[in-house]
C-alpha cells in the first residue's frame, strides 16, 4: 500500500501543509515538528510525489541530457560522472539518445521543455539555430558537453581537439616516426572532425615533416566499422607509413583488426595512436597507446556547472580539460640514423 501526504500529517498529528513545508525545506515549523514528520515518513514508508513536490518548489529536480549515440563507450562515461554530481546534489537524469538526427534533437528538446527539466547538457553535437532557440525558449541554464559553439554564448566543458591531436602527432614523432599518416572523421565535423585534422597537420610542420594529402584520409565518422574501411585505403594511398594517428579509439581499434586481417603486425610493421582513452582501449591487443580525455571528469564537472548556473541564475566560465598520451604497446619507439630508421635496443 502506497501512502500519501495526509497519512504521514495524520500519523504525525499536524497539518498536510506543514508536511509540505518539511519536504521542501520551508521554513515555519520547530525542530520538534520536523522531527515528528520525518519519523512518520520513514515509519510509513512515504515517497514524495516528484511531480507534487515540482508544483510547491516549481522545480522537477531533473535535469536532461541529449547525447548522439547513448550506448557508446565515450557517452557512457561522461554519463557517469553526470549522475554521480547529479544524485549528489539531490537530482534525476533523462537521458536522450538522439542520433545525431536534428528532428530526433528537436523532439527531446521538446519532451524534455514538458518535463520541465530544470537544465539540459547537451553533448558531443554541433549547436544550430533551430537547437538554440528552442533551449532559449525554455529559459533554463545549458552547458555543452565535449563540444562547444562559436555562435551562441554558452559555456562548455572540453579539451582543447586541435592542441590534443598535435600531442598524439608529437608523440609520434618523438618516438622516431617521420612517415605519419592520419585516419579522420568527417570534415564537416567542426567539433572533432577538422580541428583534429589541424592538429594533425600543425604538428607535421611543427617538425618539419611535409604534409601529403594522401596520407590522410577522412571517413564518416569515428566508430569501428570506419576505421576498419578505411586503414586499407589509407595504405593503398601511402604504403609507406610507419605510423598512424586515428582520431578516436574506435577508429583505431577498426585499423587494428582490419591490419590482423592482412597480417600486418602492431606495431612492428605499423604503429598506432588513439584518441579518447576508452575503457576498451586497455583491453585491445596489443594495448591501444592513445590521448587521454578525462571524460568522466568532464561529465561531473559540466553537471557541477549547470547547477551553479540553476542557483545563481549566473552564466559561469567555460572549462578546457587536461589531455595526455597513456603509453602502451601499440606504437613502436624508432630513431633516425643515416636517414634510415631502426628499433632501439632497450
Do not use: W
Request: hydrophobic content about 40%.
Amino acid at each position: 500500500m502506497s501512502h500519501t501526504i495526509k497519512d504521514v500529517a495524520k500519523q504525525a498529528k499536524v497539518s498536510t501543509a506543514t508536511v509540505s513545508r518539511v519536504l521542501n525545506g520551508l521554513s515555519g515549523f520547530s525542530k520538534e515538528t520536523e522531527e515528528k514528520v520525518l519519523r512518520a515518513i520513514k515509519e510509513l514508508g512515504y515517497q514524495p510525489n516528484a511531480i507534487a513536490r515540482g508544483l510547491v518548489s516549481n522545480k522537477s529536480n531533473t535535469v536532461g541530457i541529449l547525447f548522439p549515440e547513448v550506448s557508446s563507450q565515450f557517452s557512457s562515461n561522461i554519463l557517469r560522472g553526470v549522475e554521480e554530481a547529479v544524485h549528489d546534489l539531490g537530482s534525476s537524469v533523462i537521458v536522450c539518445n538522439t542520433a545525431s538526427q536534428g528532428k530526433r534533437t528537436m523532439k527531446y528538446l521538446q519532451l524534455l521543455a514538458e518535463k520541465r527539466v530544470d537544465g539540459i547538457l547537451f553533448v558531443s553535437e554541433k549547436m544550430t539555430e533551430e537547437y538554440y532557440k528552442q533551449l532559449k525558449s525554455m529559459k533554463v541554464p545549458v552547458v555543452l558537453v565535449s563540444t562547444e559553439s562559436y555562435q551562441y554564448p554558452l559555456p562548455f566543458v572540453k579539451v582543447d581537439d586541435k592542441h590534443a591531436a598535435f600531442t598524439a602527432t608529437d608523440y609520434l614523432v618523438k618516438m622516431g616516426h617521420s612517415k605519419i599518416g592520419m585516419i579522420g572523421g568527417n570534415t564537416q565535423d567542426p567539433i572533432a572532425g577538422q580541428t583534429r585534422v589541424d592538429g594533425f597537420k600543425q604538428a607535421m610542420a611543427y617538425n618539419g615533416l611535409a604534409i601529403i594529402e594522401e596520407s590522410i584520409i577522412h571517413s564518416p565518422g569515428f566508430s569501428f566499422k570506419d576505421g576498419y574501411i578505411h586503414f586499407p585505403k589509407l595504405l593503398e594511398q601511402s604504403p609507406d607509413l610507419t605510423a598512424i594517428f586515428a582520431a578516436s579509439d574506435e577508429l583505431a581499434l577498426g585499423a587494428i583488426s582490419s591490419a590482423h586481417k592482412a597480417g600486418i603486425k602492431i606495431p612492428d610493421e605499423l604503429s598506432i595512436i588513439g584518441y579518447d582513452n576508452l575503457p576498451v582501449a586497455e583491453m585491445a591487443i596489443p594495448p591501444l597507446t592513445t590521448v587521454a580525455q578525462p571524460l568522466e571528469q568532464m561529465g561531473r564537472v559540466a553537471a557541477e556547472m549547470l547547477f551553479t548556473m540553476m542557483a545563481e541564475g549566473t552564466i559561469v566560465e567555460s572549462r578546457i580539460m587536461p589531455h595526455s598520451v597513456v603509453e602502451r604497446d601499440s606504437v613502436k619507439r624508432l630513431s633516425m640514423r643515416r636517414g634510415m630508421l631502426y628499433e632501439h635496443q632497450n
